[in-house]
Nanobody, 124 residues
Framework: QVQLVESGGGSVQAGGTLRLSCVVSTKYDFDICFAWFRQAPGKAREGVAT???????SYAESVKGRFTISQDKAKNTVYLQMNNLKPEDTAMYYC??????????????????WGQGTQVTVSA
């Protein structure tokens, strides 16, 4: 069982920065893909970024050049650095993980493990 705990959300003004963290509570030795998703009120969940065990990443078009996903395997932590935040980035952000091959916009998210979410609010 893989447990994920997100943190780092908050309220910022447009143009600000936040770094989300996702701590994996369980040691793992298999190839695991991590992803960040977000869901705004009244909108469908959307993939934001992914990173696989080789460090390959993918991003939604709306965040390319502003967000960076990374992982520190020694700390069992995945990060989402968010720069130049915009009001449309306001959403609940979720970390997901599983032994899958997945990139943003690959279709339904096949992840078995999800965190509880962390709220990001960006004001104009």
């Amino acid at each position: 069982q893989v447990q994920l705990v997100e943190s780092g959300g908050g309220s910022v003004q447009a143009g600000g920065t936040l770094r989300l963290s996702c701590v994996v509570s369980t040691k793992y030795d298999f190839d695991i893909c991590f992803a960040w998703f977000r869901q705004a009120p009244g909108k469908a969940r959307e993939g934001v970024a992914t990173i696989d065990s080789d460090g390959l990443t993918s991003y939604a078009e709306s965040v390319k050049g502003r967000f960076t996903i990374s992982q520190d395997k020694a700390k069992n932590t995945v990060y989402l650095q968010m720069n130049n935040l915009k009001p449309e980035d306001t959403a609940m952000y979720y970390c997901a993980a599983d032994e899958v091959d997945y990139q943003v916009d690959s279709g339904p998210a096949p992840f078995a493990y999800w965190g509880q979410g962390t709220q990001v609010t960006v004001s104009a």
